[in-house]
């Protein structure tokens, strides 16, 4: 099954360099070899600390690596607020 995960948080530098590091070419390789791709990338119009991004690839790999506890690090390196992250699961066939 394909896995589509929307995660809400707080962001504790700009959207910009949020995106910037997102975008980069390691992150992008690391996405890439873990079978996700990024479908969407957006900033709050009304709190520009806080952004969504939207995932999609094979069911439980981005869940499970976000909730692994040495993931923390990694997540929080881009300025994603790992604490109080809204994390919602969709699944298509």
Do not use: C
Request: hydrophobic share 40%; proline share 2%; net charge negative.
């Amino acid at each position: 099954m394909i896995e589509t995960t929307v995660l809400d948080f707080d962001l504790s530098n700009t959207f910009q360099e949020y995106k910037a590091y997102m975008e980069g070419a390691e992150q992008q390789v690391m996405f890439s070899e873990m079978g996700v791709k990024i479908l969407y990338l957006g900033v709050s119009r009304e709190n520009q600390k806080r952004a969504t991004v939207i995932f999609q690839g094979k069911e439980n790999v981005l869940y499970d690596i976000f909730m692994n506890p040495q993931t923390k690090p990694i997540v929080e390196a881009s300025g994603h607020i790992y604490e109080g992250t809204a994390i919602t699961r969709w699944l298509a066939d």
